[in-house]
Structures are given as structure tokens and as C-alpha cells.
């Protein structure tokens, strides 16, 4: 079946400090994947995503790159803000249905000054 | 721009009572959603739509209902509320690139 897991949370970091959220994921054929954030209090936002193998989604200074071989979509940035604090989700879509999302279960992440 | 808006954002009912949730969007997508999000689940779909007339279950429908009469609108009807159903709900739909746009949320407590 398909399913996506996210690395447990919550993630602390301080300002300037490097991001990485691992998101892995089981599905056939290729799905298309995806990275949402939530700040608190508000709905999800699409943050980026990636259609086939070796894509590189990239927004705000995040980037993940669509990893068949690892089966993979681990989330990156160099150097995160204090306004990065939220709640980052990955998400997949099957290519043979693209009404059904399935997402994983959220990193919190918390960026202190 | 076109949005996708939620009514109310929050709101305290009581066990038993008939509630509706609003979800407008304004970019004439034909797939809309309804999902509830609570610690320890994520997210879980309730209902969806492909359009004017259609509904179907997602994996948590028990205690739901949606109508679809126009492209616009999709309410969530809780038909006699539970305090099982307490959570924060979210509308979504679905964009040309498959993507999912998110309303803001209705935060719904039942006493």
C-alpha cells in the first residue's frame, strides 16, 4: 500500500542552524510528493513538491529531492529563521489516484534565537 | 485571488446538536475534501467530491454528512454531534497540478 513517514519530533534548533526533516515513503509506481507547513492556528500550505525521480522541489530556501532509489523526500535548508517554526508535513499522492492524499504524521519544528 | 475560506473558525457546541461547517472556494475546482486533524492521528479524510452532486466516505464519515449543489461550496454537517467529533477540521481542493489547497480551519468543541 501507500504510506509516508516522517522522523519523530519535535526538532529544536537554533537560528542559522542547517534543517533536515527525513520523509520516507512507500507507494508503487511514482507518486508525486510533496511538503506542506502549518504555522499554528492556520491551515496547511504547500511548501513544495516533485512529480518524478530526481526532481528537486524548491521554496523559501527549503528544497527535497524526489529519491526513488531511497524512496526518499527528506526536507533541507541551510540555515533556518525563527519564523520557520511550524509544523512540516510530507504527503503523497499514488499515480493512480490523485484524489487521495496520504500524509504523514507532521515534525514540529522550533527554532530558537 | 481566488481563496478558500472556512466558516466558522471556531465554534462551541453541545452534545447532540446538529452543526454545519462552511467551506467556499473561489478558484472552480471540481475536487473538494474534508479533513479533521488531531494529535496523534494527523490528518484524516471525512468526506470528498468530484463535483456538482457528488459525495463519498473517506476513512472516518461516521457522524458526517456533505451535500455538493454547487462547484463552490462544500458544508460539513455534523448531524448529532459527539464529543468524539471535537478537533480542528479542514476543507481542501484540489488544484490542475494536483496539489491540495488548504482552508484555514474551524476549531469545533463539543461539550
Known amino acids: 500500500g501507500n504510506s509516508v513517514t516522517q522522523m519523530e519530533g519535535p526538532v529544536t534548533l537554533s537560528e542559522e542552524a542547517f534543517l533536515t526533516i527525513n520523509c520516507t515513503y512507500t507507494a508503487t509506481g511514482y507518486p508525486s510528493l510533496f511538503w506542506y507547513v502549518q504555522y499554528p492556528g492556520e491551515g496547511l500550505q504547500l511548501l513544495l513538491k516533485a512529480t518524478k525521480a530526481d526532481d528537486k522541489g524548491s521554496n523559501k530556501g527549503f528544497e527535497a529531492t524526489y529519491r526513488k532509489e531511497t524512496t526518499s523526500f527528506h526536507l533541507e535548508k541551510g540555515s533556518v529563521q525563527v519564523s520557520d517554526s511550524a509544523v512540516y508535513f510530507c504527503?503523497?499522492?499514488?499515480?493512480?489516484?490523485?484524489?487521495?492524499?496520504?500524509f504523514g504524521s507532521g515534525t514540529k519544528l522550533n527554532v530558537k534565537p | 485571488d481566488a481563496e478558500i475560506t472556512q466558516s466558522p473558525r471556531h465554534k462551541i457546541t453541545e452534545t447532540g446538536r446538529q452543526v454545519t461547517l462552511a467551506c467556499h472556494q473561489t478558484w472552480n475546482h471540481n475536487n473538494m475534501f474534508w479533513y479533521r486533524q488531531d494529535l496523534g492521528h494527523g490528518l484524516r479524510l471525512i468526506h470528498y467530491?468530484?463535483?456538482?452532486?457528488?459525495?463519498n466516505k473517506g476513512e472516518v464519515s461516521d457522524g458526517y454528512s456533505v451535500s455538493r449543489s454547487n462547484t463552490e461550496d462544500l458544508p460539513l454537517t455534523l448531524e448529532s454531534a459527539a464529543s468524539s467529533q471535537t478537533s480542528v477540521y479542514f476543507c481542501?481542493?484540489?488544484?490542475?497540478?494536483?496539489?491540495?489547497?488548504f482552508g484555514p480551519g474551524t476549531r469545533l468543541t463539543v461539550l
Open positions: 504527503a503523497l499522492i499514488p499515480p493512480d489516484n490523485f484524489n487521495k492524499f496520504y
Open positions: 481542501a481542493s484540489r488544484g490542475i497540478l494536483n496539489e491540495q489547497f
Open positions: 467530491s468530484y463535483g456538482v452532486h457528488d459525495t
